[in-house]
């Protein structure tokens, strides 16, 4: 919230992938049975992976550190996408 008040929008757009992106893997996690893979999962945690790296690239032409901050959870995600 306090990204989209201070009028940072890179950060504001990660952090809004990010929590759709939360929110879409424990609706798929809870759904599916214990132990199951989920190659819509995965290519939908890749698709986030490039949302946030893109914001992550923007990012980082002002703010330096934001920009590694958001990197980091773009390997993140794509990581988990395997």
């Known amino acids: 919230m306090l990204a989209f008040l201070s009028r940072d929008a890179p950060a504001a757009t ?3 992938v990010l929590g759709a992106t939360w929110l879409t ?3 798929v ?3 599916a ?3 199951s893979q989920s190659r819509a999962l995965g290519l939908f945690l890749f698709l986030a992976a ?3 790296l893109l914001s ?3 990012a980082s032409l002002g703010k330096l550190v934001a ?3 958001l990197a980091t959870a773009a390997l993140r995600l794509a990581v988990t996408g395997v």
């Open 29 to 31: 996690l809870f759904t």
């Open 67 to 69: 920009g590694l901050v």
């Open 14 to 16: 990660a952090m809004g």
């Open 50 to 52: 490039a949302g946030v």
């Open 33 to 35: 049975p214990p132990g």
């Open 25 to 27: 893997a424990g609706v």
């Open 56 to 58: 992550a690239v923007t």
